[in-house]
């Protein structure tokens, strides 16, 4: 790999390590608030909102400047929506601030492996990139549920103090947005170091109604590829239902496992752990030529995640979790690599990340709505879990018969465009 790849995932980390700690700190915000149930799902609603409103946009944006200045503007975006909680802002309204930068920072991110690396290498610098997220997602909720819900975290945190200098940091939460605020900053100091590559794309539109056009086109472009699809259904399905089981592994923790918030928040790490090591092991052993081949891992996970309603007991909940998400995780991110690829065949590097993100973002609206739609009506834990593994054997398995349909009339690694001579 290059050596800017390497500097792109060290900015990505901090930035979604403060992310994911924010997320957990905010649900905190929101529990001493008393506020319903609901609305724990409503704050990654807020934050996904604006990657499905500003889609026309934000891929236009990544194209017009060097992607790595446009990671540092959006990393400043972030910061600023996460300040507004020291000003008592509701914390569903500053994650949202901070998910406008994510919306406009992810396809500059993606969009920046297509223009520094060659497309045999993508899956690999997929699965790494996944990898590092993944981690950051484990330490990141794990940092905040200590940050916010261990006492000695935040004494310690509470017992610095600056002469002459009211800083207003006297919470434990405000403690933990202090922490998180110098992560952003970190995060923004690597996007600096990022790398020019020199890619230079077409005058990009500037007028909103050219932009949603071109979007609209872009939109429909990759939805009619034979093989952009069948990627982007498989990413837009997990995104949207690995985004609610967040939720329903806080939720199991606590209901069926008898655990607090800062300890359930640990399942969400050993969940990622999994994933880490399905992604870190489809970037050895998948190539983006065989990257079709890991679909029907998606129906034994659906399937895998409806055991859930029989674990009780802490010491098996680690291991099913581990399994769910290494199977997650190996059959996305030849997925992620293999639509980037086709995406930037297709059209420009940002607009194809721009209506990846739309797609998966709208599913995760789409899905977190249903999810609240539960927890307003009460169902059952139970009944949730079965409900959500099952939309993902069943959606997996049209995919699948929908794939096979494709195969019989076009040449999949002719599509895909790699030299035959390649290693698989």
Not at 5 to 22: E, G
Not at 33 to 62: E, I, Q, T
Not at 357 to 367: A, D, G, K, P
């Amino acid at each position: 790999m290059k050596r800017g790849f390497y500097t792109i995932m060290a900015a990505q980390f901090c930035s979604s390590l403060a992310d994911n700690a924010l997320f957990i700190a905010c649900i905190a915000i929101l529990t001493t608030m008393h506020a319903p149930a609901w609305m724990a799902p409503f704050l990654k609603w807020s934050f996904s909102l604006f990657y499905v409103l500003l889609a026309a946009f934000v891929g236009a944006f990544a194209d017009a400047y060097p992607k790595g200045k446009v990671m540092f503007a959006t990393n400043i975006i972030k910061i600023f929506g996460c300040s507004l909680i020291f000003l008592d802002v509701h914390p569903a309204i500053a994650y949202g601030i901070v998910g406008m930068g994510a919306a406009a920072y992810s396809p500059a991110k993606y969009g920046i492996l297509t223009e520094l690396l060659p497309p045999e290498q993508l899956v690999a610098a997929n699965g790494w990139i996944e990898g590092l997220t993944i981690a950051s997602i484990v330490l990141g909720v794990v940092l905040g549920g200590q940050l916010v819900g261990n006492p000695a975290w935040y004494n310690y945190l509470l017992s610095f103090d600056m002469p002459g200098i009211d800083t207003g940091i006297d919470t434990p939460a405000a403690a933990a947005l202090a922490v998180i605020t110098g992560i952003y900053l970190l995060a923004a100091l690597f996007n600096l170091r990022i790398p020019a590559t020199g890619a230079v794309y077409a005058k990009q539109y500037h007028t909103p109604g050219k932009l949603i056009e071109d979007f609209a086109h872009c939109c429909s472009t990759l939805w009619r590829d034979k093989l952009g699809q069948i990627s982007l259904a498989v990413t837009t399905l997990f995104w949207g239902c690995g985004m609610a089981l967040q939720y329903i592994v806080l939720r199991w923790g606590q209901e069926q496992l008898g655990l607090t918030l800062a300890k359930a928040t640990v399942l969400q790490g050993v969940f990622s752990i999994g994933l880490a090591v399905g992604a870190v092991t489809a970037a050895k052993f998948v190539s983006l030529r065989r990257s079709l081949s890991v679909v029907w891992v998606g129906i034994a996970m659906g399937l895998i995640v409806m055991v859930m309603t029989l674990v009780h007991q802490i010491w098996l909940a680690y291991p099913l979790l581990i399994l769910i998400g290494a199977l997650a995780g190996y059959f996305v991110v030849p997925m992620n690599a293999l639509l980037q690829h086709r995406g930037h065949v297709l059209m420009s590097a940002g607009h194809s990340i721009a209506v990846q993100n739309f797609n998966e973002n709208l599913s995760v609206l789409t899905v977190l709505a249903f999810y609240a739609l539960l927890l307003r009506l009460e169902v059952g834990l139970g009944i949730t879990i079965c409900l959500f593994g099952g939309l993902v054997a069943l959606v997996m398995y049209l995919v699948i018969r929908r794939h096979q349909a494709n195969q019989r009339e076009f040449d999949n690694e002719a599509l895909i465009g790699i030299d035959p001579k390649a290693p698989h």
